[in-house]
């Protein structure tokens, strides 16, 4: 019953900036968690960054922390993942996903019930 509906990719030069968006229906979004996962061309989905339902906790893979920011917007339905200085390895498809449950790993893919369609960043050297 919750849709998730993703926006906002691209391609960017290396050290450059974009901004996804990820809008909810069809649920109580602001009970979630948020989850961004990304998977690149032959590789494993991979976690990326998680937002809890009131922003008061967010958490980010090792391998983005410091470059990418998650937030998210209640009233709109939406959770944002910002990233900044971005690297050729990041590129992917990226997934925004909803946790309704509240499953205890918030790094693992498979505690997530709803994903969002993907959309493609491609970053050039």
């Known amino acids: 019953q919750v849709q998730l509906v993703q926006s906002g990719g691209g391609l960017v030069q290396a050290g450059g900036s974009l901004r996804l968006s990820c809008v909810a229906s069809?649920?109580?979004?602001?009970?979630?968690?948020m989850g961004w996962f990304r998977q690149g061309p032959g590789k494993k989905n991979e976690f990326v960054a998680a937002i809890d339902w009131s922003s008061s906790s967010t958490n980010y893979a090792d391998s983005v922390k410091g470059r990418f920011t998650v937030s998210r917007d209640n009233a709109k339905n939406t959770v944002y993942l910002q990233m900044y200085y971005l690297r050729p390895e990041d590129t992917a498809v990226y997934y925004c996903a909803a946790d309704t449950a509240y499953h205890g790993d918030y790094w693992d893919s498979d505690d997530y019930d709803y994903w969002g369609q993907g959309t493609q960043v491609t970053v050039s050297s």
């Open positions: 069809g649920g109580t979004f602001s009970t979630y968690r």
